[in-house]
């Protein structure tokens, strides 16, 4: 029996995103309140696309303080129209991907993943960029990772919370970036810019955005953080389930098998 039980365990355990046995796939948006994984992912998303919304709404400034003068050409339209691009091919690509990959590689793992790429594009702007040039590659990847979490957390609360419910799930999931963007760019970003421009209407050099780009960094990673306390929650509870659904058959195998009676030898005759 002990063989037996391993032996299923560890067919079952291959594949824990399978939240039905955590949450309810019917969870309304009062009890999705109370869970835990919905704070860890709704906090991770706050943090992780408000950090990138931030920069977005600040590139044309960025280039400025990069170039130092205010005559920048047309490089902000085209970085503004890359991030676009491929923020769509992010949403593609990775929605894609984490269909092709769901049982080898949760979505919350790629979101995990996706996060900490994030603070690295912040921390190469911030330590590595000193052209406009080498802020394309940036902008690359970092409309990619946006557009990434755009499509991933949509069906990470699909699969948490199921599709009952999903529209006013996902509509207060959504609003979590517009919370952070207020603070993370009205009282970071723009009052370090206003700081270190000491009066004038723009600001040159590495440290109009220099530690605000560090700042957001810490922030992404502090995202992966918690989209890590969720897996690592969900997991747990998931195996709990499993192991005790596994428990339970046993236990009824064993109960039938000691109730039922043993079956007669079959004489030639009746084979």
Same mark, same amino acid.
């Given at each position: 029996e002990e063989v037996t039980y391993e032996r299923l365990s560890a067919k079952m355990l291959r594949d824990t995103n399978d939240f039905s046995l955590v949450y309810s796939q019917r969870t309304n948006l009062a009890k999705m309140l109370m869970t835990f994984s919905f704070w860890m992912v709704f906090i991770s998303f706050m943090l992780v696309e408000g950090a990138g919304l931030t920069v977005i709404n600040n590139l044309g400034s960025l280039v400025v303080a990069i170039e130092g003068t205010p005559d920048t050409g047309a490089?902000?339209?085209i970085l503004?129209?890359?991030v676009a691009i491929c923020s769509c091919l992010g949403r593609l690509v990775f929605g894609f991907f984490s269909d092709w990959s769901a049982k080898s590689c949760s979505r919350s793992m790629i979101q995990l993943f996706g996060s900490i790429a994030m603070g690295v594009?912040?921390?190469y702007i911030s330590l590595v960029v000193k052209t406009v040039g080498q802020l394309y590659p940036a902008v690359v990847a970092l409309g990619l990772v946006y557009g990434a979490a755009m499509t991933l957390i949509p069906s990470i609360t699909n699969d948490l919370f199921g599709s009952r419910f999903f529209g006013s799930n996902w509509s207060l999931?959504?609003?979590?970036?517009g919370v952070s963007i207020f603070v993370l760019s009205a009282f970071i970003a723009s009052k370090l810019y206003d700081h270190y421009a000491a009066g004038q209407p723009l600001c040159y050099g590495w440290y109009c955005f220099g530690w605000s780009l560090i700042i957001? *960094?810490?922030? *992404?990673?502090?995202g992966a953080l918690l989209m890590g306390f969720h897996m690592a929650f969900t997991t747990w509870r998931t195996r709990q389930a499993i192991r005790k659904k596994l428990a339970e058959i046993l236990a009824e195998s064993s109960s039938e098998d000691v109730s039922s009676p043993?079956?007669?030898?079959q004489s030639p005759e009746d084979l």
């Open positions: 490089q902000k339209e503004v129209s890359i594009v912040m921390l999931m959504r609003a979590a970036p957001m *960094c810490g922030v *992404c990673w502090l043993e079956r007669p030898p």
